[in-house]
């Protein structure tokens, strides 16, 4: 942990002991903590914060937010969860948040809370309206490529990475060989589940520090018209080996104009409780490559069913919910270019986005931190967030022009790797559903700023 100050260890030594603290008796111990985190954490960002958290310690009979957090002594192997907890609350956040200020400053330049990559562009599902589907040429880096840039992100303060693909379990092996190496990190696969069984549950226990996002798509009609007949039943099989395991876990739904009700249905948010989900991450659907099917795309309607269905299960139910496009108010705005996330494929180009596949780095050619200066990372910076209505955070999806502006000024060129394809073709695909969303966005924008306002 380079250029953390002496005041700064203090109060990550203290964090470790109290997270020790806490663990021997939470329901008494947590109200203590809160007590000492106001005493030492004075800053206006943690206000909010703690505010939000004294709420729920003062209430916690019939508390969602109470009743998740208890349950991750109940539900959660003792070792495992000490580990996520020390490497989550300790590196990846404060950590991160102390590194990254002067990185920042040092190098001028977004320094991102997590990095996302692809160990491999293999899949061993053929998903409709999945790029990683058409992938011609399979393309795989190297374990000692994705070591050295945990090492480079590290540096920076990066302690968050997380696995997508492709399929990244087809990787086993050197996922779980970089969690034992990288122990200090937590580590988080976008996986279809399919390849999680009892000897990958006793790797896990072992590392202790990796969490699965298990895909699925609603119920068993969505998912497997979407992922291929039976995939819904191994879906909740590997669900189950996780549980017995006491092994922590989520799921992550792609919502689209076929199953946004399911997905949006209280019977499904209570669903996922019972399949033992501790969160559940959200993305509406992108038409990237250029056999993308443009008509999934949900209709505003159906975005706005989110909105409002995600922000009632966050008072109610006892999951951690994000939505990443509604949510934009909440991080102001686009979190990508750096900012706290940027994407790595398979084949080492470094793209500011997971759904924006232009570059102008080449992880085998640049370092991360030469990325992050990059004409395209600091376009990024330069114009986030895209919107004053932070209901319409993506440069793609919300604002029409503005990602042809940055890939064009940048010189960046198309990461695809079935076809390139032009971003003007790209951003052609959006700009229908763009106008429509506009005027529902900007209405929820104005209820909801009223909403602030009137507390």
């Known amino acids: 942990m380079k250029n953390i100050r002496l005041k700064d260890k203090a109060i990550i030594k203290a964090t470790e002991v109290a997270l020790s603290y806490l ?13 000492w985190w106001k005493r030492i954490d004075r800053s206006e960002t943690s206000a909010s914060k703690q505010k939000l958290i004294q709420e729920i310690v003062d209430n916690p009979e ?4 109470y009743q998740l957090v208890m349950s991750l002594w109940d539900d959660v192997d003792t070792e495992v969860r000490k580990t996520l907890f ?76 997380i696995f997508s693909g492709g399929e990244p379990l087809v990787r086993k092996k050197d996922i779980i060989k970089l969690c034992e190496k990288h122990d200090d990190c937590v580590f988080l696969a976008f996986t279809n589940g399919t390849l999680i069984d009892e000897k990958f549950a006793d790797e896990m226990l072992r590392v202790k520090n990796f969490v699965p996002a298990i895909s699925i798509e609603g119920f068993e009609e969505a998912t497997d018209a979407r992922r291929g007949e039976g995939t819904f039943g191994k879906v909740l099989n590997a669900m189950e080996i996780l549980k017995e395991n006491k092994l922590p876990f989520g799921a992550s739904c792609c919502y689209t104009s076929e199953n946004t009700e399911d997905i949006a249905s209280e019977e499904f948010i209570d669903a996922l409780v019972d399949w ?4 559940a991450w959200f993305f509406t659907y992108m038409p990237v490559g250029v056999n993308a099917v443009p008509d999934l795309l949900a209709r505003p309607d159906q975005r706005e069913l989110m909105y409002h269905s995600i922000r009632e299960y966050r008072n109610t139910k006892p999951i951690f919910t994000i939505d ?23 084949n080492g180009d470094i793209e500011p986005c997971a759904f924006i596949h232009y570059s102008d780095s080449n992880i085998h050619e640049k370092t991360l931190l030469e990325a992050y200066q990059s004409p395209l990372f600091q376009a990024y910076r330069k114009n986030q967030p895209f ?17 042809t502006e940055m890939v064009e000024e940048s010189g960046a060129y198309s990461t695809d790797m079935e076809s390139p394809e032009d971003v003007r073709d ?6 229908d559903i763009i106008h429509a969303w506009e005027p529902v966005a900007d209405k929820l924008w104005q209820e909801s700023q009223k909403a602030k306002i009137s507390k």
């Open 86 to 161: 020390k490497n989550f609350v300790i590196n990846a956040f404060l950590v991160w948040q102390r590194v990254k200020q002067e990185s920042i400053e040092e190098h001028d330049c977004n320094i991102p809370w997590a990095i996302l990559m692809d160990p491999t562009s293999a899949c061993n599902l053929t998903c409709i309206g999945c790029w990683a589907a058409d992938y011609g040429q399979q393309m795989n880096m190297s374990y000692e490529t994705l070591d050295s840039f945990i090492e480079q992100g590290k540096e920076l303060g990066t302690y968050m990475y």
């Open 62 to 65: 019939g508390n969602n937010w």
């Open 324 to 346: 990443f496009w509604n949510d934009g108010e909440y991080v102001n705005g686009c979190i990508a270019g750096a900012k706290y996330y940027l994407h790595i494929n398979a």
């Open 426 to 431: 790209l951003s052609a695909k959006t700009v």
């Open 23 to 35: 663990d021997k008796d939470p329901e008494t111990n947590i109200p203590k903590l809160m007590e």
């Open 387 to 403: 919107n004053d209505n932070l209901l319409r955070p993506c440069p793609l999806l919300d604002n029409e022009g503005a990602l």
């Open 276 to 279: 033992g989900c501790k969160f």
